[in-house]
């Protein structure tokens, strides 16, 4: 396995926990903000839920980005590509929406990062993860017809 994958993807992991805990630690204030606004109800809530989505769906794409960096036999290259489209979308409605504004630049570095990584990802291992005792497929003698 290749160096700079692994660090590209362990890079991206690093970018969303850190951007995921610091989303999470600021929704006391943005719960609060939203509760003294002049918002109705229900609007409220609906500002308070997707801000908790968001932490949890950054540091849950940390946790994989960072998995597949420890372990890349558990991954292969397109699903590693198909989840680091997720930060380019976010940071795309980041930058659509409120502009030139950080998280979207944190969110643009850490799918970058992700896309390229699995863009060189080449998992190691040619048999599904969990069937123990498996032996690759290049081990295996060759049948004689």
């Known amino acids: 396995m290749r160096f700079a994958p692994r660090l590209l993807l362990a890079f991206s992991s690093l970018c969303l926990a850190a951007g995921g805990a610091v989303h999470a630690l600021a929704f006391p204030k943005a719960a609060t903000v939203a509760e003294h606004s002049t ?42 590509v198909l989840l680091a489209l997720a930060p380019l979308a976010f940071a795309t409605a980041i930058f659509a929406t409120m502009g030139n504004f950080f998280a979207g630049h944190l969110m643009l570095l850490a799918g970058t990062s992700a896309l390229i990584g699995g863009a060189l990802h080449h998992y190691s291992t040619q048999y599904p993860i969990g069937s123990v ?3 690759p497929r290049h081990s295996l003698p060759a049948v004689s017809r």
């Not at 308070?48 to 960072?66: E, H, N, Q, R």
């Open 39 to 80: 918002l109705p109800p229900f609007f409220s809530a609906v500002f308070k839920g997707p801000w908790l989505c968001d932490s949890i769906t950054s540091v849950a794409l940390a946790l994989a980005f960072g998995s597949i960096a420890a372990f890349p036999g558990m991954a292969s290259r397109s699903l590693v």
């Open 133 to 135: 005792g498996a032996v």
